[in-house]
């Protein structure tokens, strides 16, 4: 995001997220350390009471989409935001994987924990799926789908797969430097993937909120 080094501001009404752009905040603990190498070491309550802060004491104001991005797993912070936000009625989990079974087996566990907690599952992705070659356009795999990859994995759950996006080395490059890759790389073939998985969560988003109005 490009936001290393910047504070956190107190307001009349709250934390005040960091801003990337006029209509994109962001709010990290990493805003929160002395240093950026800093570890942050703490127990359970102390990582409930910051998560239970950043979606209660920070003035967010109106938003068309709270994005939570979480570690890989199913611990605390997990059940902490789904219980927190409950009265919120959560879209859904967006879940990310690579084509290999060794991520494929962590990835079944969160379904699985969505699953046990109520948390409807938007759909999958599976991010580093192929390389593409910049100059003759071939793909290669560099992590073969040895069981199936993600495709497999979400018939035999019956999960959406939301996209497959491949290898591109301008990503950690933009990434790095702060920058948007969909800016920089408009016509790679992940950049075409991205826009494809926005596009699906935000109709299945539109559909939710369609069918909660006709539930009320």
């Not at 009404?13 to 570890?39: I, K, R």
Request: proline fraction near 6%; hydrophobic fraction near 35%.
């Amino acid at each position: 995001m490009g936001l290393e080094g910047e504070q956190v501001h107190q307001s009349g009404s709250g934390w005040s997220p960091v801003y990337v752009e006029e209509n994109l905040g962001v709010m990290s603990a990493g805003f929160l350390l002395s240093s950026p190498d800093d570890a942050v070491i703490w127990r359970g309550p102390k990582k409930n009471g910051l998560i239970k802060q950043f979606l209660r004491d920070v003035d967010w104001g109106e938003v068309d989409y709270l994005i939570v991005d979480t570690p890989p797993g199913t611990s605390d912070e997990h059940l902490s935001i789904v219980q927190y936000l409950s009265a919120a009625h959560i879209d859904g989990a967006v879940i990310i994987t690579t084509p290999q079974e060794v991520s494929l087996q962590d990835v079944r566990k969160e379904i699985n924990f969505c699953h046990k907690v109520k948390l409807p599952i938007i759909g999958v992705v599976e991010n580093m799926s192929g390389f593409v070659c910049p100059k003759c356009k071939n793909e290669s795999q560099i992590f073969p789908p040895t069981t199936g990859g993600a495709e497999k994995m979400c018939q035999n759950l019956s999960v959406s797969l939301l996209g497959k996006v491949p290898l591109d080395p301008q990503i950690g490059k933009s990434c790095d430097r702060g920058q948007s890759f969909l800016a920089e790389a408009p016509e790679s073939p992940a950049t075409l993937s991205y826009r494809n998985i926005i596009q699906r969560i935000q109709e299945y988003c539109e559909h939710h909120h369609l069918q909660e109005e006709k539930i009320m």
